[in-house]
């Protein structure tokens, strides 16, 4: 077995050196590619690397529903749930850490949650500009059970100075959603 690797890997020379690592910077150089590195962190369950793609508007956006939800229960624990800080640590806290810590235990106590994100298959099909930086992309969905039909969707994205950022989806629009139900009495 391992001389089929090591001949293999004489054969083709790319399996022999380690493949580079892009930069977030290459990664969402084209809207396209943006959605894809978006779309595949959504499957993969990977928060941060999904905070890393979106607009910094949209991780303000989520940054305030957490702390609107966390106010709302005086006992604190909606906060340590979702972000396992107290008042003053949750202040502390980067917009990508709030997103990434909140939608993280949200979705690890929601697994029918989880697997909606999970089981699918994307295909991003291009886009479409909307001035000079947003864009709309379209993509296609797949399920993964039985019966299930393609569905195509569209995301919406601009570009910042490193790069294009999805500025709103409908993952985004789910995780939304479901953040705005969570309170302490959900949690027990």
């Known amino acids: 077995m391992l001389r089929c690797v090591i001949l293999l890997a004489?054969?083709?020379?790319?399996?022999?050196?380690?493949?580079?690592?892009?930069?977030?910077?290459?990664l969402t150089v084209t809207p396209e590619s943006t959605a894809d590195v978006f779309l595949r962190s959504i499957r993969a369950i990977r928060w941060s690397t999904t905070a890393?793609?979106?607009?910094?508007?949209?991780?303000?956006?989520?940054?305030t529903l957490v702390r609107m939800v966390a106010e709302a229960d005086t006992s604190g624990t909606v906060r340590r749930f979702l972000t396992d800080t107290d008042v003053s640590?949750?202040?502390?806290?980067?917009?990508?850490?709030?997103?990434?810590?909140?939608?993280?235990?949200?979705?690890?106590?929601?697994?029918?949650?989880?697997?909606?994100?999970?089981?699918?298959?994307?295909?991003?099909?291009?886009?479409?500009?909307?001035?000079?930086?947003?864009?709309?992309?379209?993509?296609?969905?797949?399920?993964?059970?039985?019966?299930?039909?393609?569905?195509?969707?569209?995301?919406?994205?601009?570009?910042?100075?490193?790069?294009?950022?999805?500025?709103w989806s409908d993952e985004l629009e789910v995780l939304d959603v479901a953040l705005r139900g969570v309170t302490a009495a959900s949690l027990h």
């Open 10 to 26: 004489a054969l083709v020379p790319s399996l022999a050196q380690p493949a580079r690592a892009q930069t977030l910077a290459e």
């Open 89 to 167: 640590g949750f202040a502390s806290l980067d917009d990508a850490d709030v997103f990434g810590r909140a939608i993280g235990a949200m979705i690890d106590d929601m697994p029918g949650l989880m697997h909606a994100f999970y089981d699918h298959d994307d295909d991003v099909l291009g886009h479409v500009m909307e001035g000079a930086d947003t864009a709309h992309v379209v993509y296609r969905t797949l399920a993964r059970i039985g019966g299930a039909v393609p569905e195509v969707k569209v995301m919406q994205l601009a570009r910042i100075a490193d790069g294009w950022r999805v500025l």
């Open 52 to 63: 890393q793609v979106l607009h910094p508007q949209t991780l303000d956006r989520f940054r």
